[in-house]
């Protein structure tokens, strides 16, 4: 149980850790310092260009006070708290059952998306919205900026959902023996 719990905990720290870092890099190239809490708009102002990498790839800089892909932004000024509580309750929710029930092939795939959760947890709480910087695009179309956080949910989910397909294809080929 000891090596479990350490492992996870590992990943999860790697996750916070390369996505406050490349923010913390991020607004050190632009302001200078990096400043520990405030309002975001008081840090940097709106959305800047830093540096068109290739066609399709930009590093931009840009605040989301919102949730996913900016969504609850039109809640207004309770949005940040709302966010901030229910990403707690859900961070919660994961980490009980990462270490208290999980069965082992979803342990790394929810430890990915508890880092990444904390590290845009950690965002709200100092700033009040979460830095996004990964822009890409195909002409005028731009998908909604992301940061590495962003990246540890979805590649965490995604690697969930084929854990669960998998799963069940070797419990299908179970099933499948012992009727035979």
């Known amino acids: 149980m000891k090596n479990k719990f350490w492992k996870y905990i590992a990943i999860i720290l790697a996750a916070v850790f390369a996505d406050q870092i490349t923010k913390g890099i991020l607004l050190y190239l632009i302001t200078g310092t990096i400043p520990l809490y405030g309002a975001a708009w008081d840090v940097v102002g709106?959305?800047?260009?830093?540096?068109?990498?290739?066609?399709?790839?930009?590093?931009?800089f840009t605040w989301n006070p919102g949730a996913s892909f900016s969504m609850l932004r039109a809640i207004g000024e309770a949005a940040p708290m709302i966010i901030i509580v229910g990403t707690g309750f859900i961070i919660g929710f994961i980490t009980y059952y990462l270490f208290a029930r999980a069965p082992k092939y979803e342990c790394a795939p929810l430890a990915l998306i508890v880092g990444g959760a904390i590290g845009n947890l950690i965002d709200r709480v100092r700033f009040g919205a979460v830095i996004d910087f990964l822009d890409f695009h195909i002409g005028g179309w731009h998908y909604p900026a992301f940061n590495v956080a962003d990246m540890c949910i979805v590649i965490g989910v995604a690697w969930l959902i084929l854990n669960f397909i998998l799963a069940r294809r070797r419990c299908m080929k179970e099933i499948n023996k012992g009727g035979k």
């Open 46 to 60: 709106v959305p800047y260009l830093m540096a068109q990498l290739c066609d399709f790839f930009n590093i931009v």
